[in-house]
């Protein structure tokens, strides 16, 4: 699971605006979305800072309850 769209969409960029930013083809913004797609971490970082957060926020999904 990944917020990748959560935060594009945040941002008001499309796929594309996010893709022609990053580098890649619309079609990897849409599989990385998806989960379709495992991006390098390179792209990660790119994907992290063209929409304004980091990597934990936006790959990985962090608990706040405590158990």
């Known amino acids: 699971m990944n917020r990748v769209a959560e935060y594009r969409k945040l941002s008001g960029l499309s796929q594309l605006a996010l893709s022609k930013e990053i580098g890649v083809a619309r079609q990897t913004v ?3 979305e998806n989960d379709k797609y495992n991006p390098s ?3 990660c970082i790119k994907l992290a800072k063209a929409l304004d957060t980091d990597l934990n926020t ?3 999904e962090v ?3 405590a158990e």
């Open 30 to 32: 849409n599989l990385i």
């Open 41 to 43: 971490l390179d792209l």
């Open 58 to 60: 936006l790959f990985w």
């Open 63 to 65: 608990n706040h309850h």
